[in-house]
């Protein structure tokens, strides 16, 4: 079987896939050129196994997927607590499972005493819950993450909102004690040790990034150094290296060594988190040793096969884990290139490593996130050494003095912290270079799997020398082929409307077909309440960064030329600044009036900090792109109230007449129609979010749209919209879309025409 196990790999996850994503043309193509892969090139034995292997992973993910099914939801139970209680603020989740069913469980703490008694608390308490079981929301805008798909391939269907937890015991298996033993250890490191040297330490050696700063954290993933603050194979080989070395000096024999080590790596594992990566880094480390007792000849390749196969056979769904993709697609370029790729001096089997590592990571990179940064192999260049053989052996010795010798633990814990400076501060300078990131938009599947062809080719071709002639046509096939993903959205010869599920606020973005313009109509915004101290969260969910500009990314959208703010509402401008700082914004556009919002103030000058032009306008402004004229009408006075003075935008796209009205309520439409006497228009956005104040009989007569498109949050506070609008908008036979029922709604079109689609569908309710 030597050599064969990476055949057989291939074709189990093959099997997974086939039955457990939705199958396309492309997936049956690659199935069917595999097929005669194995049949012509490799032997009949091999040919038979990989088939039977194929097969086999097609029944049992049959079965995994039958069994995976939603449960009867429950209002009360006894259940274990499975993961560590995290504490984020007023917030507490884990999950917890019964005899049938896994639920991810949340809690709003209610003191700052509660808070602190549950930051001791560990897994393996079991307690009795009582409250509400919800099915996780689906994806509601377009490439965006999945919460829905995420928990269902955890086997999880419910998210348990509990408003009582009590009758706690505590009986912890083997398992739940060394996740404690974590927790203890985290929380040690926390209050022994400066805070970013804590942080630093728990995410290298705990595998826990959670103390990590959001901007540190958010500059590692820009500028593709996010996979250096992860456990992978890397600290696994440390362990082993340094361990075996003092086992070895000690007069212990290799395979007494390898014997302790293949204890130590499992329960090593748990300590750092048990991810995906973890245990595939572990796995191999296990395999390794095991074959060194038996002595066995095994290869790399072979090691990373056995030990994936044995982590689909546990769970089939790891597969789709982001982080085992990239963890798995990496290990296995760098074993296939390590006969000549990586031989040589090692400053040159260094910079060839490096680069072999940055082509692994392109198509898992440009799948998911739909951007990379061109400074990513040089910076990893610096920081892979630095991380590796300096911050970490440094965070390793100063968690060992910090027991030993406390009084020396706290000078390398100064000096840990003042390297981390000078990285964080390297950081802070790549982040201001241009073009420190390029956005290409989230590659479709087909896309990707030509990205990982075309890599394959270049890696094959560079290893052998019979092929090394070809190895420039390969180079340049991943040239042509990135080049054409950047320049896509030029050839789209559509354009689209879209209603951006933001919550409780308003964000519509027009993209003008083969992106001659894109123009952003407000951008959402958190509400929130006054809280004490101890009840903020550290990483509270944010419309600018957790929607709109994952949203704008994996639609390719590198620039918006112009940002249109109808008036200074939070829910409506509130993320303005988050969109500001990190994308390319041509125009900002306010309505002219005496007196700007705190937050309109803020954007303007955020924005002409930036260089960008600030434009406020009134009505009878107009602008045009090709055959798109846009039409201000309003504000013209002295509004009533803020609401009153919002832009409203008059245009045709898609052969219908658009009307963007922002937080109009009575006052405003009754002025607007005073004003202009009749306004046909095809699609209405119903002002404040459909308020018993807005949408008169007045205006949708001026109006007479047959589209009506309202913007609210799901079961949000105020009750919009209202049924009064509702029904007024039922008796005119106008069709209603809402993102609150219907998630993003989009209206692609062309010149000759459109159509509306919602991004839930109902098979997602």
């Known amino acids: ?65 039958k ?11 006894y259940g274990v607590i499975e993961t560590s209680p995290l504490v984020d603020g007023d917030r507490l989740s884990f999950i917890v499972t019964t005899e049938n069913a896994s639920f991810r469980l949340v809690y709003k703490l209610q003191t700052y005493r509660e808070q602190q008694k549950w930051n001791k608390q560990m897994p393996g308490l079991t307690c009795f819950f009582t409250g509400t079981s919800e099915i996780p929301s689906p994806s509601r805008n377009p490439g965006l993450f999945d919460y829905r798909e995420y928990l269902r391939k955890q086997q999880i269907h419910y998210l348990f909102r509990a408003s009582t937890i009590s009758s706690c015991t505590s009986n ?52 593709g150094l996010v996979h250096l603050l992860a456990i992978s194979g890397s600290h696994i080989s440390l362990l082993i290296g340094i361990g075996g070395y003092i086992l070895l000096r000690l007069g212990v024999t290799k395979e007494i060594t390898a014997v302790v080590f293949v204890v130590i790596v499992p ?110 192999l040089v910076l990893n260049l ?15 010795i100063t968690l060992f003095l910090s027991v030993a010798l406390p009084s020396l633990a706290q000078l390398t814990a100064q000096l840990l912290t003042y390297l981390l400076d000078i990285s964080s501060l390297l950081l802070a300078v790549c982040e201001k270079l241009p073009f420190r990131q390029l956005t290409f938009g989230a590659s479709p599947m087909y896309v990707t799997i030509l990205y990982v062809v075309c890599i394959t080719a270049i890696f094959i071709a560079w290893e052998g020398r019979v092929w090394r002639k070809w190895l420039v046509h390969c180079i340049f096939m991943l040239v042509l082929l990135c080049s054409l993903h950047y320049v896509s959205p030029f050839f789209r010869g559509h354009g689209t409307v879209t209603f951006l599920d933001v919550g409780q606020g308003d964000c519509i973005i027009i993209q003008l077909p083969y992106s001659k313009a894109t123009y952003v109509i407000d951008t959402g915004g958190n509400i929130s309440l006054p809280k004490e101290s101890w009840q903020i969260r550290k990483r509270e969910y944010s419309i600018g960064t957790d929607v709109l500009l994952p949203y704008l990314r994996s639609q390719g959208i590198r620039r918006i030329d112009k940002l249109i703010l109808t008036h200074g509402d939070q829910d409506h401008i509130g993320a303005a600044k988050d969109i500001l700082k990190a994308v390319s914004v041509k125009e900002v556009i306010v309505g002219k009036k005496r007196l700007y919002g705190e937050l309109e103030e803020e954007s303007k000058r955020l924005a002409l900090k930036k260089g960008i032009a600030v434009r406020a306008v009134t009505a009878g402004d107009t602008w045009k792109s090709g055959a798109y004229q846009f039409t201000i009408l309003a504000p013209a006075h002295e509004a009533r109230n803020e609401n009153d003075y919002s832009i409203v935008l008059y245009t045709e796209m ?24 009749s306004i046909p228009a ?9 308020s018993k104040t807005s949408t008169t009989d007045t205006l949708i007569r001026a109006v007479q749209p047959t589209t009506a498109i309202i913007s609210a949050g799901v079961q949000n506070r105020y009750g919009h919209p209202h049924q009064e609008v509702l029904q007024r908008l039922k008796e005119n036979k106008i069709s209603i879309w809402r993102t609150d029922q219907h998630g993003a709604i989009i209206f692609t079109f062309t010149a000759e025409g459109g159509t509306f689609q919602r991004n839930i569908t109902y098979d997602d309710i």
Not at 67 to 77: A, K, Q, R
Not at 278 to 291: E, P, Y
Not at 668 to 676: I, N, P
Request: hydrophobic share 50%; net charge neutral.
């Open 1 to 65: 079987m030597q050599g064969q196990w990476i055949y057989i790999l291939i074709s189990v996850a093959a099997g997974i896939v086939t039955v457990s994503s939705q199958f396309a043309w492309y997936m049956l193509l690659m199935i069917v050129l595999y097929t005669l892969y194995l049949f012509y090139m490799r032997p009949v034995r091999s040919f038979v196994i990989c088939i039977s292997g194929f097969l086999l992973a097609v029944v049992y993910m049959q079965y995994i997927e």
């Open 172 to 223: 912890p298996s083997f398992t739940h004690r060394l996740f404690s033993i974590r927790k203890t250890a985290i929380t040690y490191v926390n209050t022994h040790l400066p805070e970013q040297a804590a942080a630093f330490t728990n995410a290298l050696v705990y595998g826990d990034r959670y103390g990590l700063d959001e901007e540190t954290e958010r500059a590692y993933q820009e500028l």
């Open 382 to 396: 610096v920081y892979v050494p630095y991380l590796s053989f300096i911050i970490l052996p440094l965070c390793l």
């Open 67 to 77: 069994e995976n099914t939603p449960s009867v939801p429950l209002s009360s139970f």
């Open 267 to 376: 329960l090593y594992m748990f300590l750092a988190g048990a991810s995906p990566s973890v245990i595939r880094a572990s796995l191999m480390g296990i395999c390794a040793l095991v074959a060194l007792l038996f002595a066995l000849r095994i290869s790399g390749l072979d090691i990373l096969s056995i030990a994936v196969l044995l982590m689909l056979l546990h769970n089939p769904y790891v597969l789709y884990d982001i982080g085992f993709q990239y963890s798995v697609f990496s290990t296995a370029v760098l074993l296939l290139s390590s006969r000549t790729i990586l031989m040589g001096g090692w400053w040159q089997a260094y910079l060839n490593m490096s680069i072999v590592a940055q082509l692994a990571a392109i198509p898992v990179t440009l799948h998911y996130f739909g951007q990379i940064s061109p400074y990513s």
């Open 654 to 677: 898609g052969g219908k007449r658009w009307l963007f009205t922002g937080d109009l309520e009575a006052n405003g439409e009754e002025s607007l129609v005073k004003r202009y006497g």
């Open 682 to 690: 095809d699609i209405l956005k119903v002002g404040h979010h459909g």
